[in-house]
């Protein structure tokens, strides 16, 4: 198993830049594919951006493409999204995923572990 811990979330202004992390536990992080979602009060929870076991491959949702950049250290066991240009659609849960999967890609059903989840909220 690998445990998932999120943070860095808070309130930021729309047009500001905030980066959230994802602290991995237990297996070798660097046989896991990961992804962040996000989910929004009312809806259901969304991709927002995937990166390989290696971090040289990536994909992003096309709401987030040229504002977002997903990265990975796996000497540290994190990953992170750095979010830039943020507006209020931006605002949700973020969470970050796992899963030893090779095919795993954009699907919530892909991912076998997953955080708490951070509070990101854009005010306009």
């Known amino acids: 198993q690998v445990q998932l811990v999120e943070s860095g979330g808070g309130l930021v202004q729309a047009g500001d830049s905030l980066r959230v992390s994802c602290a991995a536990s237990?297996?070798?992080?660097?046989?896991?594919?990961m992804a962040w979602f996000r989910q929004a009060p009312g809806t259901e929870r969304e991709f927002v951006a995937f990166?390989?076991?290696?971090?040289?491959?990536?994909a992003y949702v096309d709401s987030v493409k040229d504002r977002f950049i997903v990265s990975r250290d796996n000497t540290k066991n994190m990953m992170y999204l750095q979010m830039n240009k943020l507006t209020p659609e931006d605002t949700a849960v973020y969470y970050c995923?796992?899963?030893?999967?090779?095919?795993?890609?954009?699907?919530?059903?892909?991912?076998?572990?997953w955080g708490q989840g951070t509070q990101v909220t854009v005010s306009s």
């Open positions: 237990g297996r070798t992080f660097s046989n896991y594919r």
């Open positions: 995923a796992a899963t030893p999967s090779l095919t795993a890609f954009m699907g919530r059903e892909d991912y076998d572990y």
């Open positions: 990166i390989d076991q290696s971090g040289t491959g990536t």
